[in-house]
């Protein structure tokens, strides 16, 4: 899968996903965050100006030269790999709408925390027969224990020490202990991604700093102050941003998984495992029923505060006025980016 994005990247997406509203006439439309002024210099770099054809051709292509890498990387270590698509298992695009500036998807769906569109449908029992096949198998199969151990470990590393694990059980991928596969992504990934290219630290830096400034500018505030006074009478007091209402669901929903869920016990079988994992899951999902019916609630009345400010007009207007003010600081720095977006995608 392709490696993620520096934070400043998904920032910069977040702040315009934001602004690609749909709705009253007040509201933005998809078409008005995509002319962003910075999207014109920034889309080339996270594939935005690409269509879902386009990113998924592009996607197979680089999935095949990363399975041929690995299969001669694989040889190296003394083993045998047959390079196989999975580029079809992953699909670019949806059918199924999100949009959370309609008051009828609200009126089902909050905010697309606990239950979304698609939810039912990705909760499925996977059609195994639908998913590739790994040629593999059978060669793996013919090792021997000790043989596959050395074989899995030559494909995707070691794995972390105990060490490496941070408190949530996850840890700093690096590719340079992640195997064959590692080094067959940092090879297709590693020079396309021209967010890490030191070349444009400063850049990077000074979008950070906007960012910022775009969240702490008076002009905001001052919105974020009239949305949280309309939101106080509509009986939902303490939020001080607009996005905190939306964050405070999140924050309850992590608290169902603070304990954690079931461990894997390798004494039972594989669908023992699984039927445990089943259980939990539904127990959890039933137990974030009032949550469901508290977010729709909470998110009606958010989006009544925002049509009743114009939130999402006034938050664009304040964002493409400062992108504009970027753009003329960074012209030449930004020009140099998406030349090399361009030339590396």
Known sequence: MRRPVPLIAVAAASLLVLTACSGDSKAPSTDDWQNSPLNQYLSSAWGGDLSEEEQQRKFTEEQNKIQELVAACMTEEGFEYTPFDQSASISFGSSEEWNPESKEWVAQWG?????????TEMNEPVDESEMP??????????????????YWEALHGKGPTEDELNEDGS????????????AAQHEVYGEQNVWEDEQFADLNEAMSQMWSDI???????????????????AGHSGFTKQFDAQQSIYDEMNKFWEEGGPQWDDSLTEEENAKI???FNKEIEKQMEPLAEKEVELALADLECREKTDYRGEQM?????????????????LEAFKAAAEQRG
């Open 133 to 150: 096949v790994d040629p593999n198998q059978e060669y793996v199969e013919s090792l021997s224990e000790s043989e596959q151990t050395a």
């Open 111 to 119: 905010y697309g925390a606990v239950n979304w569109p698609g939810k």
């Open 171 to 182: 840890y700093e991928w690096n590719w340079e202990t992640a195997g064959c596969y590692g």
């Open 277 to 279: 994992f089943e259980d």
């Open 317 to 333: 207007k304040i964002q493409f006025a400062i992108e504009e003010q970027f753009i003329a600081d960074h012209k030449t720095e």
């Open 215 to 233: 969240e702490n500018d008076p002009r905001i505030v001052e919105l974020d102050a009239e949305w949280a006074a309309c939101m106080a009478d």
